[in-house]
T-cell receptor, first 115, second 113 residues
Framework: GNSVTQMEGPVTLSEEAFLTINCTYT??????LFWYVQYPGEGLQLLLK?????DKGSNKGFEATYRKETTSFHLEKGSVQVSDSAVYFC??????????????FGKGTLLTVNP | GAVVSQHPSWVICKSGTSVKIECRSL??????MFWYRQFPKQSLMLMAT?????????EQGVEKDKFLINHASLTLSTLTVTSAHPEDSSFYIC?????????FGPGTRLTVL
């Protein structure tokens, strides 16, 4: 079956530090890959996505590259802000007809950024 | 674009009563919507997949008679928690699919006394 493994948190950084949250996956075929962010007490927001190998998703200074050879989709940001404090979820969905594009989530990584 | 709303955002009810939660896609049509449950500090647990005009597909271990799902239109799905009990207290989140991406609602906090 499909699975997503992301680095365990919590991750605590100072403002302007570099962020990496590792995510690897196991899936049949070539799934679409996503990063979602959840702020306290809220639902999930789509942060970025990539649908094929070597695609780079980017948004709000965050980036992730779909690496087929290492089955990875690591999230990076060059300079984090206090407002980036949230839980980040890596997820995949199969591109198979009839799958309804069900998401398989990682366990989430709590990021805290201190001023 | 791709905005999903949920109503109510929070609800408190007495044990034994039923609660209905609405999920709407505001600016797109969604043939498929999903209902999740999230426990504190945990990831999302998929409860069911809802396709417009057909019966929902429930995940293993989810009681379909307790969690009634209706997807009557391309922009609205509802989750009714019937005869709620304190163990049903949780954060319920819906999502709506647009092409290959799920967009999530803001969640509903249910507390059963």
């Amino acid at each position: 079956g499909n699975s997503v493994t992301q680095m365990e948190g919590p991750v605590t950084l100072s403002e302007e530090a570099f962020l990496t949250i590792n995510c690897t996956y196991t899936a049949t075929g070539y799934p679409s890959l996503f990063w979602y962010v959840q702020y306290p007490g809220e639902g999930l927001q789509l942060l970025l996505k990539a649908t094929k190998a070597d695609d780079k998703g980017s948004n709000k200074g965050f980036e992730a590259t779909y690496r087929k050879e290492t089955t990875s989709f690591h999230l990076e940001k060059g300079s984090v802000q206090v407002s980036d404090s949230a839980v980040y979820f890596c997820a995949l969905s199969p591109k198979v007809r009839g799958s309804n594009y069900k998401l398989t989530f990682g366990k989430g990584t709590l990021l805290t950024v201190n001023p | 674009g791709a905005v999903v709303s949920q109503h109510p955002s929070w609800v408190i009810c007495k044990s034994g009563t039923s609660v209905k939660i609405e999920c709407r896609s505001l600016d797109f049509q969604a043939t498929t919507m999903f209902w999740y449950r999230q426990f504190p500090k945990q990831s999302l647990m998929l409860m069911a997949t809802s396709n417009e005009g057909s019966k929902a597909t429930y995940e293993q271990g989810v009681e379909k008679d307790k969690f009634l799902i209706n997807h009557a239109s391309l922009t609205l799905s509802t989750l009714t928690v019937t005869s709620a009990h304190p163990e049903d207290s949780s954060f319920y989140i819906c999502s709506a699919r647009s092409v290959d991406t799920q967009y999530f609602g803001p969640g509903t906090r249910l507390t059963v006394l």
